[in-house]
């Protein structure tokens, strides 16, 4: 921003203000119909601001289906999830950045080429494999395929960091008679932190929004997951839009948090080996 015209600034904020703007316009409606009473939903003139605010809607949220428990499956799944990816990843990202075996770039390469696959166009194969091994509505079941498909991004991340790290301090490690597993847990891991967090609050974000996998391998409500649960939330004669924003809402907590208290890292950690030198 140093040395431009105030001309150039302005425009630059306006920019910023409108990308915001746009941006938090969803999450704003989504907040104010959830504080609206039914009455005031179905009116016309539509009302932006709620007249009378009411927390009627986060009551029925928790008393028309268990929101807690979907909550509760959401927070186990997605938990065990990024961490068992984080630890795979580390080890596949530490043999790309470290090891030198044939068709290393290649590879690594592929891995991104499998991120791009559309998750529907194998969720059949997926259920029926679930099934097979009799994984259906359990939290296994919705834990190996969400670190399977989150895997390839999370070893890119790492493996960026990795290499960024200054060899020195490996070679200095191996001599003092560390293990490669050793040098990996002490030394690499802990200079690799901010790709660690990076990767992590990806998978989480990616694992705690997940639908489709959810609704295909869950049938019970003890495994359920938020994103599931909140579909379930009906009318008998209209949706019950006041209901499912409290829903939205609240389920948006966790991750809003995590981002706010993350975005540094993230940006970090996304910019991680662009630049060489």
């Known amino acids: 921003m140093a040395g431009q015209s105030p001309f150039r600034k302005i425009v630059h904020w306006l920019l910023v203000g409108l990308v915001v ?12 119909t959830s504080l609206k009473s039914e009455r005031e939903l179905y009116q016309f003139p539509v009302t932006y601001w709620p007249h009378a ?4 809607n986060y009551v029925a949220v928790f008393t028309q289906n268990p929101f807690g428990r ?3 499956n959401s927070a186990v799944v997605t938990v065990a999830s990024t961490v068992l990816c984080l630890f795979i990843a580390s080890l596949a990202a530490y043999a790309f950045a470290r090891l ?5 770039e290649l590879l690594l390469v592929g891995l991104l080429v499998v991120a791009m696959i559309p998750l529907i166009t194998v969720i059949v194969p997926l259920y029926i494999l679930v099934r ?21 991004v999370a070893i890119f991340i790492l493996t960026a960091f990795f ?4 060899h020195e301090l490996e070679e200095a490690a191996l001599i003092d008679g560390c293990t490669r597993l050793n040098t990996l847990w002490r030394i690499i891991a802990p200079l690799a932190a901010p790709g660690l967090i990076t990767a992590g609050i990806i998978v989480f974000v990616y694992t705690w929004n997940e639908f489709l996998v959810a609704l ?6 003890d495994v359920r997951t938020i994103t599931v649960g909140i579909a379930l939330y009906r009318g008998e ?8 924003s409290a829903a939205v809402t609240l389920a948006t907590i966790p991750i809003t948090a995590l981002i706010l208290l993350g975005q540094r890292l993230v940006i970090r950690g996304l910019t991680a080996g662009a630049v060489k030198g």
């Open 237 to 244: 004669f209209a949706f019950p839009w006041g209901v499912i």
């Open 70 to 72: 979907f909550l509760l």
């Open 21 to 32: 703007v746009w941006s938090f316009t969803p999450y704003l409606w989504t907040l104010f």
């Open 216 to 221: 295909t391998l869950t049938s019970t409500n």
């Open 53 to 56: 605010t009411t927390l009627v």
């Open 163 to 166: 290499r960024e790290i200054p």
């Open 100 to 104: 030198k075996f044939r068709g290393r």
């Open 132 to 152: 097979n091994l009799g994984l259906l509505n359990t939290y296994w079941g919705l834990i190996a395929p969400y670190i399977a498909y989150s895997l390839p």
